[in-house]
């Protein structure tokens, strides 16, 4: 799982980062090997206690390993610790994050958004819901039920009346229930998740669309993380045209920390509507002195934050481009067909039941059966016999009526039934898929 290569070219960088600095008066922090070695060492002991993230047969959570150029380019630039708050905390990498979310933009058709980095998806979320209640104060917040949890919370925090929409057979929104809670005239902002963390579904966007010019709401699309499969070539009909509409959006959030191959955490806010900067505005008597040059800061609810992240995926974008027909694209459709190798291969055994049409890379399965507990047992238990051979998988607990869309069960006090999920999110699953299904076929839910 470790190539050492990259530790080499780390030192190689380095050496090119220390360049820029030789008019400066000798002078290296003091380093003691003797007193580091122990401790480094017992770091990396205490590290072996990790489920094999970066492996093909670690396909359980929304892990991806970053990729090479971005481990290091983060290292690198940890030499320099930029804090990308205020220009004179980190030039480069605001630079280079403000490059960043221009390609991000150019995903989705946006030439010049209000746009940064943020820790994360969830801060990214809690930034766009917040400038939705500026512009919508006191008015709810729809998203499905299916959507992350962290909507329902982030909308608590900030006081924001929230509502969660029905979703349908296939994981996304229910547009009957959707115009159901619009029709009551309060609603001020939507949430399209497109692609959902428990079962990958992508919300109808486009009828959302066509009820927002009915009903006057702001669509927010939480693409945090399937944002990225707006570059794959290979989707549905019906998801391609969901992705196609996102360019008419209010505001976006993606997360390179997921299909980006960035480490954590690295989230993204984009508004389409530059003005809403105004809702930022804050003065500080220390922070924004350096510079006429926009500060990060200044369109930011955080504060301090990681250059580090801006530099990792301003690397890897010059590396592997986030365009279409690319390298990058490419990466993307080889997750879809290992989830349609999957797919298939556990419609055509007997022994298992997929619980959905599986839109990205995400699928939700179970042992068949006909009793909702014995079926929660059996799915546990092939969970724990498949760790045994070392492919970890996934559990989720889905609602009863979901399961019965596909699989009848005699449930008449369980309320929700304990499914197998597996998110095969590195492309080099495409190439494993094989090994993943033999192993499924070998339990056989026995």
Same mark, same amino acid.
């Given at each position: 799982?470790?190539?050492?290569? &990259?530790?080499?070219?780390? !030192? ?9 600095? @030789? $008019? ?12 580091? =070695?122990?401790?480094? !060492? ?33 290292? +690198? ?10 220009? $004179? *905390? ?6 280079? &994050?403000? !490059? ?96 959902? @963390? ?40 019906? @998801?391609? =045209? ?22 954590? *955490? ?20 220390? @922070?924004?002195?350096?510079? $006429? ?15 580090s992240s801006a530099v990792a995926l301003w690397a890897t974008h010059r590396l592997l481009p986030p365009v279409e027909d690319? !390298?990058?694209?490419?990466? +993307?459709? =080889? ?13 055509a055994n007997p022994a298992f039941t997929v619980l959905h049409d599986p839109m990205l890379d995400i699928i939700v399965f179970?042992?068949? *059966? ?13 969970? $724990?016999?498949a760790a045994r051979r070392n492919l970890h998988l996934a559990l989720i607990e889905m609602p009863v009526q979901f399961v ?19 998110? +095969?999110?590195?492309? &080099? ?18």
């Open positions: 799982m470790i190539n050492h290569a &990259e530790v080499a070219m780390l !030192e190689e960088a380095l050496d090119v980062l220390e360049e820029g600095f @030789t $008019d400066l008066p000798a002078f290296a922090p003091e380093l003691d090997p003797q007193r580091l =070695r122990p401790v480094l !060492e017992a770091v990396a002991a205490r590290m072996q206690d990790n489920y094999p993230y970066p492996h093909p047969y670690y396909a359980g959570q929304m892990l991806k390993p970053p990729h090479p150029v971005a481990r290091i380019a983060y290292a +690198l630039s940890m030499y320099i610790n930029p804090n990308n708050h205020a220009l $004179d *905390g980190g030039r480069a990498s605001s630079a280079m &994050e403000k !490059e960043c979310i221009r390609d991000i933009a150019a995903m989705f058709g946006w030439s010049e958004p209000l746009g940064h980095l943020t820790g994360g998806g969830t801060m990214a979320n809690l930034e766009a819901l917040w400038i939705s209640d500026r512009l919508h104060p006191g008015q709810r917040v729809l998203a499905s039920d299916q959507a992350h949890y962290t909507h329902g919370r982030i909308s608590d925090v900030l006081k924001i009346p929230f509502a969660a929409v029905a979703s349908n057979a296939t994981g996304a929104m229910d547009m009957e229930a959707l115009e159901n809670e619009l029709e009551k005239g309060d609603v001020g902002t939507v949430v399209a998740t497109m692609g959902t @963390t428990g079962l990958g579904a992508v919300d109808p966007l486009p009828r959302i669309l066509d009820l927002q010019s009915k009903y006057g709401f702001r669509i927010h699309a939480d693409a945090a993380y399937g944002g990225y499969f707006v570059l794959a070539s290979n989707l549905s009909e019906t @998801t391609r =045209r969901r992705y196609d509409a996102m360019t008419e959006v209010d505001s976006i959030v993606i997360d390179p920390h997921k299909h980006g191959l960035q480490p954590y *955490g690295c989230g993204c806010v984009l508004f389409k509507d530059t003005s809403v900067v105004k809702h930022y505005k804050h003065d500080s008597a220390y @922070t924004y002195f350096s510079s $006429d040059d926009l500060h990060l800061g200044e369109i930011s609810l955080e504060c301090s934050r990681a250059g690319g !390298e990058f694209a490419s990466s +993307l459709d =080889r997750c879809v067909s290992a989830l349609h190798q999957v797919r298939d291969a556990l419609n179970s042992v068949a *059966g006909d009793d909702a507990g014995t079926v929660s047992a059996a799915n546990q238990r092939l969970f $724990d016999r019965n869309n596909r699989m009848p069960l005699d449930a008449s006090e369980a309320e929700t039934v304990t499914c197998l999920r597996s998110v +095969l999110m590195k492309p &080099e699953h495409d190439d494993w898929a094989h090994d993943i299904i033999e192993i499924l076929n070998e339990l056989g839910g026995s």
